[in-house]
């Protein structure tokens, strides 16, 4: 299995530009969780689905901010307007069930630098 | 509410020597508590779990932690650092009174080692 994948690794953009982030999980995973990691926060959910379906959205920062997840292996993360603010590591992660007791398993992460 | 708190933000060893990162935690409920281990430029790692069925837990690379529920501690230790060990490692719980989705990082402990 090749782990979760996230695409792209690394995205520059200027200030107010739309920035689409991309995931897809495990197969065969039931949730799916985004996160940011920054010094100054370390690392926030941001929002997880269960079965494709969004469950707890209230780590997204403002309605900036979307998440999706059209199918069972591919989900994005949009932000419209970027803003320098938002630099940060993004991760996607998934687990095969909820996480009170399940290892949740981790992309290598996208680097966002909002100029 | 719950809360994972860990002790050090960051410690240094020399190779060879013992390795202790501290992780206390609160919780009304008995917890299942996980380390985890992040590399540079890398995803989040499992590095072990304690889900109640032995307090002494062994995980990947030689780490090892074990569950004091009368001190509410979670230490990680490993007997000798070797300097692929330098990481950020992060101590998480399950976020009970949270959505089911929700897990309490910890804010991480960075680990040098010295040759």
């Known amino acids: 299995d090749a782990g979760v994948i996230q695409s792209p690794r690394h995205e520059v953009t200027e200030m107010g530009q739309e920035v689409t982030l991309r995931c897809k999980p495990i197969?065969?995973?039931?949730?799916l969780f985004w996160y940011r990691q920054t010094m100054m926060r370390g690392l926030e959910l941001l929002i997880y689905?269960?079965?494709?379906?969004?469950?707890?959205d209230s780590g997204m920062p403002e309605d900036r901010f979307s998440a999706k997840m059209p199918n069972a292996s591919f989900s994005t993360l949009k932000i419209q307007p970027s803003e320098p603010r938002d630099s940060a590591v993004y991760f996607c992660?998934?687990?095969?069930?909820?996480?009170?007791?399940?290892?949740?398993?981790f992309g290598p992460g996208t680097r966002l630098t909002v100029l | 509410a719950q809360s994972v708190t860990q002790l050090d933000s960051h410690v240094s060893v020399s190779e060879g020597t013992p390795v202790l990162l501290r992780c206390n935690y609160s919780?009304?409920?008995?917890?299942?508590l996980f380390w985890y281990v992040q590399h540079p430029n890398k995803g989040l790692q499992l590095l072990l779990k304690?889900?109640?069925?032995?307090?002494l837990v062994k995980g990947i690379n030689g780490f090892e932690a074990e569950f004091k529920k009368s001190e509410t501690s979670f230490h990680l230790t490993k007997p000798s650092a070797h300097m692929s060990d330098a990481a950020e490692y992060f101590c998480?719980?399950?976020?009970?009174?949270?959505?089911?989705?929700?897990?309490?990082f910890g804010k991480g402990t960075k680990l040098s080692v010295k040759p």
């Open positions: 197969s065969g995973h039931d949730y």
């Open positions: 919780s009304s409920y008995s917890p299942s």
């Open positions: 992660a998934s687990s095969l069930r909820g996480p009170v007791l399940n290892e949740q398993f």
């Open positions: 689905f269960n079965n494709n379906v969004p469950i707890d």
């Open positions: 304690y889900t109640s069925a032995a307090t």
């Open positions: 998480v719980a399950p976020n009970y009174g949270g959505s089911q989705g929700n897990l309490i």
